[in-house]
């Protein structure tokens, strides 16, 4: 049991006391339809986002807002006020790719790695965990944050010598790079389920989180990214065989279902 010092509470009753005002008069504000809560409460939120329920209780968002709420330090969940411009839609799969680390981990599996590369495909926004190269080849383009790692000598050099095009996104602006960020939070929600409880296993679960990650269906396309793999993959294939009349057919349908997946995205916030 601890035990408090009267300084303590001292500090303790005047943070009360602070909290309780601090609701009167945003509780004040909401009633009488202020335009906006008054600058000295230091309140982050609009009073737009504020209401009183039937009973009588100041709400936030259909939330009882209580004295405990930290209300002060809201950062919201609103899309950033702003012109949109979302990047071009790419024209076949794996050649645009977007990247990004997972930092902080756990140590794991016996090089002791504490870091995830995460590449997403920006067409079919299939995620890759592992090796890309030996399956898909070189991009064309890949879009990254401004960290140290991108912006290296090493990296710059190693993107000129591929062919590969360096597109560096804006700090806190998702419009551009929303997409690995949006990612990293579905894989690091998969590891935190399925992982061991010392949680130095999450190495060996990529397999499993990838094929988990391709295997449903994208918001964007409406397909999963699987599925839009192998339709874009395999029209070369059918343009071969000109003679059937089966393959003729099973091409037109891939090429229509590739366009209708590119124009879902187009319709779609990226």
């Known amino acids: ?17 602070a909290k309780d005002s601090i609701f009167r008069a945003a509780y004040k504000a909401v009633r009488d339809r202020e335009r906006a809560f008054p600058p000295s409460l230091g309140l982050k939120i609009q ?55 997972i930092t902080d981990l ?32 070189m991009p064309r383009s890949i879009v990254s944050d401004r960290g140290s790692n991108w912006l290296s000598r090493f990296w ?3 993107c000129r010598l591929a062919g590969v095009t360096q597109k560096l996104s804006t700090a806190y602006h998702p419009q551009t790079d929303g997409g690995p960020e949006r990612m990293n939070q579905e894989i690091e929600a ?10 130095d296993d999450w190495g060996e679960l990529l397999p ?10 994208s918001a964007a396309t409406k397909i999963s990214p699987f599925s839009l793999s192998m339709v874009t993959t395999s029209i070369p294939s059918a343009s071969r065989n000109r003679k059937s009349h089966r393959g003729i057919e099973r091409k037109a349908e891939l090429i229509a279902y590739s366009v209708a997946c590119r124009r879902s995205m187009s319709t779609c916030k990226q």
Not at 1 to 17: C, H, R, S
């Open 156 to 158: 710059k050099r190693f």
């Open 1 to 17: 049991m601890k035990v408090f010092e009267v300084a303590d509470l001292q500090q303790l009753w005047d943070e009360t006391v």
């Open 106 to 137: 756990p140590p794991t599996g016996p090089s002791k790695a504490r870091y995830l590369w995460v590449i997403v495909d920006r067409l079919t926004k299939a995620v890759t965990l592992e090796c890309h190269y030996r399956f898909h080849g």
């Open 208 to 217: 499993a989180a990838q094929l988990a990650l391709n295997n449903r269906e």
């Open 47 to 101: 009073i737009s986002e504020c209401a009183i329920d039937a009973g009588k209780r100041l709400t936030f968002r259909d939330r009882i807002w209580s004295h405990d709420s930290v209300a002060t330090g809201h950062p919201g969940r609103e899309v950033e006020k702003g012109f949109l411009k979302p990047l071009p839609i790419p024209d076949r799969p794996r050649s645009h790719l977007s990247m990004d680390f």
């Open 190 to 199: 998969y590891l935190r389920a399925y992982v061991s409880y010392v949680q």
